[in-house]
């Protein structure tokens, strides 16, 4: 976002609450418009209200335990006429190609439904479920954009390649076996994911009562 904007004025402002993800930023090339801060994001953010003219997050909310309380928040930092650009995959509709079907289901199943230690919650749905959460605020309007990712190739940088392997911790946890079936070998090649993104603005005001809207569904 920042190397999309040129304006020397707008100010960009990173949080994460591990250290190491701020420190890893705070490596990147230098831009004096860029702040990190380590926070969590779970409570009150760390801004003034109305004070934030666009909120983007990706892969987040399903991390977040209560959702609607999160948002919200989001919307009474935000500007009236403030945007929100929110992403998520859906990891439970990844497609992968492979010579076992079976343990091709298992693994993108497993896989979605696995809480990471590092994750306080997880909802591998929360691709399908993001324009409901925010739409049972009340507080925004706007519209969803699926985007689906397809790779033709298995090879890196391509995200199916880096998929395949993170597939591996499943059996370092002990979460699948790594013994292949007795009649045959089986290879997984990674063919489709699909992300959906809510493009939405906050109402005029921020203070306005918190009543859901009867909006369309696109």
């Known amino acids: 976002m920042a190397a999309r904007t040129s304006n020397p004025t ?5 949080l994460d609450s591990w250290e190491r993800q701020i420190k890893a930023a705070q490596a990147m090339p230098a831009d004096l418009r860029l702040t990190f801060q380590q926070a969590r994001v779970d409570g009150r953010l760390p801004f003034d209200d109305a004070s934030v003219d666009v909120a983007y997050s990706n892969n987040l909310l399903e991390c977040i335990a209560d959702k609607t309380a999160f948002l919200r928040e989001v919307a009474g930092v935000l500007r009236p006429g403030g945007q929100v650009l929110f992403a998520h995959w859906d990891w439970d509709s990844q497609i992968f190609d492979g ?3 079976a343990l091709v289901r298992k693994l993108i ?4 439904d696995w809480q990471q230690p590092w994750m306080e919650h997880s909802d591998p749905w929360m691709g399908r479920r993001l324009w409901g959460a925010f739409q049972e605020t009340g507080d925004f309007d706007g519209e969803v954009l699926t985007r689906v990712l397809t790779n033709i190739t298995y090879a890196e ?4 390649h880096r998929e395949v392997q993170d597939l591996g911790e499943l059996v370092k946890h002990g ?4 013994e292949p079936p007795p009649t045959a070998t ?3 090649s990674p063919a489709t994911s699909t992300k959906a993104a809510a493009r939405l603005n906050s109402p005029p ?3 306005l ?6 909006l369309p569904v696109p």
Do not use: C, E, M, Q
Request: net charge positive; proline share 9%; aromatic share 12%.
């Open 186 to 188: 089986s290879t997984v």
């Open 205 to 207: 005001t921020v203070s």
């Open 10 to 14: 707008t100010r960009f402002v990173g």
């Open 157 to 160: 940088p391509w995200y199916g």
């Open 99 to 101: 010579s076992d079907k």
């Open 209 to 214: 009562p918190l009543s859901n809207p009867a």
């Open 175 to 178: 979460l699948v076996s790594a």
């Open 109 to 112: 199943h497993t896989f979605a």
